[in-house]
């Protein structure tokens, strides 16, 4: 592998060609047969434009690299650039347009939903378990209107000779509300402050953030992986 420098951009002068050392498995005539270059950057050339007694330093800097292998010079090469590594984006990296973000977003946010569902319409029926039996063995009949004018008179009509005065007025209408939906098998009320007054309802900003916690702990943990994988190839 052969190093080709312009140390004087700025005059006129002759390209200079530095060769590395073979290694003791390669013969001498493979390495004067290799095309690898190695191009001064401007900053570089100008740098050693301005070296007194360039020639000097030049045949120190010759003396080194004739000394050692490409394998060796490669390996300098990466200690020097692992003390100054550019920052990588790595976020951008496992994630280039965020739909693993987002999918990791909105699968917390809909299981979290689905678990306060589940957990809520549970407690709900434990709740109005008696009510709700009552009802199935209603005395005006066991069909469901019968059943369903049975909840409406015992819950909502004063007049009814079921009606339960006893019962406050708040939670009278949240009873016939959810046994009425127990009984046609429609969507139970997930807000009712009696049959959950003992459980958390999660706000949507707690939510929210949970959501969003669970997304970025999945970007965090690809990039953990990215970052192990990466270190393994230059380990290679």
Known sequence: MDI????KASQ???MRTVRFSAPEEKAAQDMRQSQDKIEI?????QAAAETPDFDQEWKKLEDMLGSMTKDEFM????????????EVNWNATVDPDG???CKSYFDSYVSQVMEFKDTAEGAIKDY?????QEALNSPLG???????NFIAAKYQCSWSDYFDASIPAGERQWTYTQVRAMLTGTGL???????????????NEETTKIAKQAADDKIHELVRRAKEASCMTDKG
Do not use: C, F
């Open 75 to 86: 390996s300098m090469v990466r200690n020097q650039l692992g003390e100054q590594k550019l």
């Open 99 to 101: 739909q693993i973000w």
């Open 4 to 7: 080709t420098l312009n140390p």
């Open 128 to 132: 109005y378990a008696g009510a709700y």
């Open 189 to 203: 009320r997930l807000n009712d402050p009696y049959a959950l007054k003992d459980i958390h309802i999660p706000t």
């Open 142 to 148: 066991r069909d469901l209107p019968s059943q369903l």
């Open 12 to 14: 006129i002068s002759p």
């Open 41 to 45: 950057s401007h900053e570089g050339q």
